[in-house]
């Protein structure tokens, strides 16, 4: 009996470690999955239903664009983003976190960008049927992830270090189109909380946007600074009002 049940233990353990691994070497190398791709200058948007040729490489040159001002530069010659347009693939790809928009894996899986559904001709990420609305457009949800990726690869290990104020407050400063300036912001926000409302006119973390905005602007901190620091997220707001007084 004993036996019986120490066998049925290494059988589900080694099940489980297969189905880990497998999944593991899918997020790494999806392409299989993705049957149409789309390449211009350092990015390839791969997806699952055919990329209109205009649309496309509007989106590749917008998202680009972006990534061109971010403080932090894209070290890799070639970036990858997959859209998950059917049902089953975003549910694969978005286990993690299932009501996510776009998702990047962390180190060391942390190679390519994941968004859940695009209408290119529009250039609207499509989630589950909702379309989003600028600024949270698809070239934004591109640049976005990919902050993250180029983050995690500048960064490796230590990407674990990074408050989440600094690490998605960067991703959506870089994503946002039109940013408004830290005092532009500061006074359309006031003390609202990030709450739905918010986040659809200034992106999808804007008070975290506004320390970084901060932090950049204001008290000239480089992208390097921004990513070292390990001030939460209640002593950088404190900071930041201090020097309003
Ligand atoms: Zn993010």
Redesign the pocket.
Known sequence: MMRITKRALVCTCAALGCAAISFGALIFWPAPLFAYSLQAGKITVASDRPIPAVGGAHFLHDCEKLLERSPLKAERSEYRVYVTNANWRKRLFFLPHPDAW?I?YPYPLGRNAFLTGADFDTGRIVHWGYVGTPPRTLAYLCA??L??VIADEHLGIRRYLVPQWA??GL??YVGIAHRETFEQLRNALGDWPDDTSTRVKYG??PRYRLLVTYFIEKKGWTVDQLLATRLTTAAATQIMKADER
């Open positions: 776009g990047e976005h992830e902050t993250h690490w998605e991703a959506d999808g973390y």
